[in-house]
């Protein structure tokens, strides 16, 4: 689905995309250098977190950080610090969700599972590591020089990984093959399990900046936006999209008979919503400048993803 | 076993005691509001992180914390505090340890592991949630009012649960079951699985004073030389203990032929190791007074205990 944007469509994706591949080399490049591997029988635990962490995903979390930092002027290596630290998070999150007592999936990226390429244990292990490394790296005084910002964005970050946010999310997502749920449940379902650390990597640009909660209300809006419109797009590529290009399993919803936007809504409504999403999401940004370029930029980007 | 202090091992015992059941009582409060369940599809991981959580163990790191911040005058409703949220670590590490695909045990704390109770998916995000919710619970203002004092308490943490620490030591415990571990790699094992998280326990003590790293030095000997002890007390317990009283599944090191300090060193030499541990433990507070009474009576109960 295309949305424009004051007919830039095409160089608003470029500029994405230009965005997106310098964020995530300066990603795999920490998760090299913080990931080595170290000679002992911890080796394949280290060897896990890489096949899972290193060269994967589009890396929107990371983008969303330097976006929203950009508006800021903050340093752009603090924001790929906080990026790749929101990305661990994420990639933590994946390795549990794709775990056989969970979803129960072979593929992730276009590579086998952690579970699958190495076992089970490893990949809970790999998963928890990352967990904590997340905040390790997070509240390391290379990360910001005031205290008060690492303890804000460690504060911020650990609410969205937990019961009130991803995990919680994941549990409600279990709990929907089961139960009828309605369009509020899974709204608030899905901004739980991925709008919250969406909302974190927005959030975490004007931290840095030390931005206090009161001037990040319209960031809090965006975010809220695009979460909901990237979820819905995803609902959308799950019955439409090609197995190929998304590198995971999909039609997986449909199967195991769960409420989505799709089924709620019908895909038609679900694609127009997820227009309206869009655009509301930019309508945020209005007292923002040329600066906040990139920000309009991955919103319209987030649902025009083909994986 | 008994390890005399000044002729007073009985009231070094007594003192132990309660300090634990006033710690434990403290912690179960705090736990039973953290953890309060909500009315939304949430409910089953928040009842399954209280069924792990609350009314068990022996409570023995938020005891370290309060004994150490007792030596700095550290107002024990922090303390408390802190001590909860490393109980919560320590708590997701157990659940997780318990899981199938781990070390697949039906009993925990004398009640059935969260897999049991509940089922696998809860016990992964039941972990997830509470390793999330110790760092929220840290970092938040409440735990200290200097945010310096809170991201150097998150930084300790988080290396202590991650793979250079509790993580990183299970995995080597796994591989513990196929390889032919010596001694030092044994005890390089136990300081990652277990010694990290009783190190954090004792120094935060100190951290919530603003005790420089430097400060802390004999505080970290000492922690060392008890996560030892408690390591050997508890693989002489694995051997000679009694099922009943310990709450959980014995004489699984012996069955998997996994090297213990007790199988490397033998059981007399292993008592008498973990004795001189206690007596080096308790040298470290020479430069402390009275104020350090509880952290010595707590060296000689790690390796009394009988669960």
């Known amino acids: ?38 000679a002992d029988p911890r080796a394949r635990l280290y060897e896990a977190m890489r096949h899972a962490a290193i060269a994967g995903g589009k890396r929107l979390r990371p983008l969303l950080v330097r976006a929203a930092g950009d508006l800021f002027h903050v340093d752009r290596a603090l924001s790929l610090r906080v990026g790749a630290a929101v990305e661990a998070m994420h990639v933590y999150s994946l390795i549990h969700d794709d775990l056989p007592c969970m979803d129960d999936d072979d593929l992730r990226r276009g590579k086998p599972t952690v579970h699958r390429a190495f076992d089970e244990a490893t990949a809970v292990l790999a998963g928890d590591s990352l967990h904590a490394l997340a905040f390790e790296w997070l509240v390391d005084p290379a990360t910001h020089s005031d205290p008060f910002v690492r303890s804000e964005l460690v504060r911020e970050l650990a609410r969205a990984a937990g019961p009130a946010g991803m995990a919680g999310g994941q549990m409600m997502d279990l709990a929907a093959e089961t139960a009828d749920f309605d369009l509020p449940t899974v709204t608030r379902l899905q901004q739980l399990k991925t709008g919250a650390l969406i909302a974190f990597s927005v959030e975490a640009g004007a931290i840095l900046a030390r931005i206090p909660p009161d001037g990040r209300i319209p960031l809090r809006g965006y975010a809220r936006d695009i979460g909901l419109a990237f979820q819905i797009a995803d609902d959308i590529m799950d019955v439409e999209g090609d197995e190929a290009l998304a590198g995971k399993a999909l039609h ?25 999403l869009v655009e509301q999401a930019i309508a945020h940004l209005s007292g923002y400048g040329d600066e906040a370029a990139l920000l309009r930029a991955i919103a319209a980007y987030v649902v025009e993803r083909d994986h």
Chains 1, 2 share one sequence.
């Open 1 to 38: 689905m295309t949305v424009r944007i004051d007919g830039e469509t095409a160089s608003a994706a470029m500029r994405v995309r230009a965005a997106q591949a310098d964020v995530a080399a300066g990603v795999d490049e920490l998760f090299e250098r913080w990931l080595a591997v170290p």
């Open 252 to 276: 997986k919803d449909e199967a195991a008979g769960k409420a989505t936007f799709v089924t709620l809504m019908g895909i038609e409504r679900a694609r127009e919503q997820a227009g309206l």
